[in-house]
C-alpha cells in the first residue's frame, strides 16, 4: 500500500477533527498531517484509519486514538533533539509522530511479535528510532537514561519508580494512571528533582503488564 494524495487529504479532516477537539500545538498537528496512519493497520481495516478512533493490532493490543495520541504529545511538549522515551510501542504510531516532531526516540514494546512487525514498518516508511526494545517498559531504560520525556501508553496501575528516576531535572512524564478508566497524569520534575503532579482528565488504554510476553 502506498500514501497517496486522497490519504494526505483525509490526513487533513483528522487533524481538523482533533483541532476542534481543543488540540493546539501546531508541531503536534503537523506531525498528525504528515504521519501516514492507514500504513500502520492491516489491510483489512485500514480504510478506517483517518477515523478519530482507536483500532485493534495484533496480539488484542490496541492502536490509540489519534485525539488520544496528540493529547499525550501536546502535554509532554516535545521540542526537536529531546530525548524521549516510549513505553509501549505497538503499531509505532506514536512513535513516529515524535520522530516527526524531531524528537529522539527510544521506545520498548513487551510482545514480540509487536515489536517485530514496527521494526519492520520503521524501516519500510523511514522512521529512524534512536532506539527499539523488546523489554518490560516497568524498568525503563537505564541504559540510555536518563531522559528529556517520558511517555507511556498503556494503562499503570502505578506510577513505576525506574520511570522517575529516569527523568532529567526538568523532565516531563505523562503516564494514564488507574485500572478500568485512567487519569492521564503529567509529573515534572523540577531543575531539584522535585517531582510535580498535575491530572489531565479521563482516558482508556489497554493495560501496562509486567515482564516480557
Ligand atoms: N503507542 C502505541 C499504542 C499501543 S497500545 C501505538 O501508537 O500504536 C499499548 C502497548 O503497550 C501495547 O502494544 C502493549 O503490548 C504495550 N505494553 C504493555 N505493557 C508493556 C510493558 N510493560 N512494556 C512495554 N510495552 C508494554
Known sequence: ???????????????????????????????I?????????????????????????ASGQTISQPYTVAYQTELLDVKPGMKVLEIGTGSGYQAAVLM???????????IKQLFNEAKHRFAELGYRPKYQGYGDGYKGLPLYAPFDRIIVTAAAPYIPDALLEQLKPGGKLVIPVGKGKQRMKLIQKDEKGKLHETDH??????PLLKNKD
Open 201 to 206: 482528565g479521563l482516558f482508556r488504554f489497554v
Open 100 to 110: 516527526e516532531m524531531g524528537a529522539n526516540v527510544y521506545t520498548i514494546e513487551r
Open 33 to 57: 498531517a504528515k504521519v501516514p496512519r492507514h500504513l500502520f493497520f492491516g489491510n483489512s481495516i485500514a480504510s478506517h484509519a483517518y477515523e478519530d478512533k482507536a483500532f485493534p493490532i
Open 1 to 31: 500500500m502506498q500514501d497517496l494524495p486522497y490519504h494526505k487529504g483525509e490526513r487533513l479532516k483528522l487533524v481538523k477533527q482533533i483541532q476542534e477537539k481543543g488540540i493546539k500545538d501546531p508541531a503536534v498537528l503537523e506531525a
